[in-house]
């Protein structure tokens, strides 16, 4: 079966580490029928997606659990949901139909909430940004200190209208496409301070940037006012359980 997930609250702050004990955890409380790897040490099948960074919240989090009997997908979506904490929360089950799913997801979407930079001043620093061939940013990674091309792999950025006016806090929809080694939303703050600094965007993280992510799924060129488009990962299997 393949799931999607949400972490939300303070789960935001939940490592994958974290993740994967409460996930195998609430498996057992739930008492769903996992089928195991062969060997010394059997382990559930269970294999994950694209992780989003500790600190993010998200809808769209994705894993894929292989079972030893057929299982009514909402069935283990309502079970497994009772037994994982408040916050991390499933929220689709879909049987596993297709075997491109890895594939599919190309691109995600984030909201990243600015507080203290105004809209005005956000829609500077992006439009900077947009207009840049390369912006290359530094982070350290695992494996050492890596560089990134943000503005190759950014394909949307835009500063989103708020409800009150937003004049304390600005909020950005963006779209990274995915690739190895991943660009961050964090890299993307980065990249925005680099292309348009100011005594203004040294207190972006203070306090800190809320980031979510919104969704993540195969890229398709539109006519909307981002140009991209992000499509349901789990349509496929859809479908295909359908037919």
Not at 130 to 140: D, G, N, P, S
Not at 147 to 156: Q, S, Y
Not at 182 to 201: C, F, I, T, Y
Request: proline content about 8%.
């Amino acid at each position: 079966m393949r799931l999607r997930y949400a972490k939300r609250g303070r789960l935001r702050f939940a490592s994958h580490r974290d993740f994967q004990r409460a996930l195998e955890r609430a498996l057992r409380r739930a008492d769903v029928p996992m089928a195991y790897s062969a060997g010394f040490s059997p382990h559930p099948k269970i294999s994950y997606a694209n992780a989003a960074p500790t600190g993010t919240a998200s809808e769209a989090e994705f894993f894929e659990i292989g079972l030893a009997q057929m299982c009514d997908p909402d069935d283990v979506r309502l079970r497994l949901d009772a037994a994982l904490p408040p916050g991390l929360d499933i929220v689709d089950v879909v049987i596993a139909r297709t075997s491109d799913f890895a594939e599919r997801l190309q691109a995600s979407r984030w909201r990243i909430e600015l507080p203290g930079l105004t809209p005005a001043e956000a829609e500077v620093a992006v439009a900077a940004l947009l207009a840049a061939e390369e912006v290359i940013v530094e982070r350290m990674t695992k494996n050492g200190l890596r560089t990134f091309d943000v503005r190759g792999a950014l394909c949307a950025a835009r500063v989103m209208p708020t409800a009150d006016g937003g004049a304390a806090c600005a909020i950005l929809t963006v779209v990274l496409r995915q690739a190895t080694p991943a660009v961050r939303p964090d890299d993307v703050l980065a990249a925005l301070r680099s292309v348009a600094p100011s005594p203004v965007l040294t207190g972006w993280h203070t306090p800190p940037p809320l980031v979510t992510r919104e969704m993540q799924g195969p890229l398709a060129e539109t006519g909307s006012a981002d140009g991209f488009a992000l499509g349901d990962p789990l349509a496929a299997d859809r479908e295909a359980d359908q037919t």
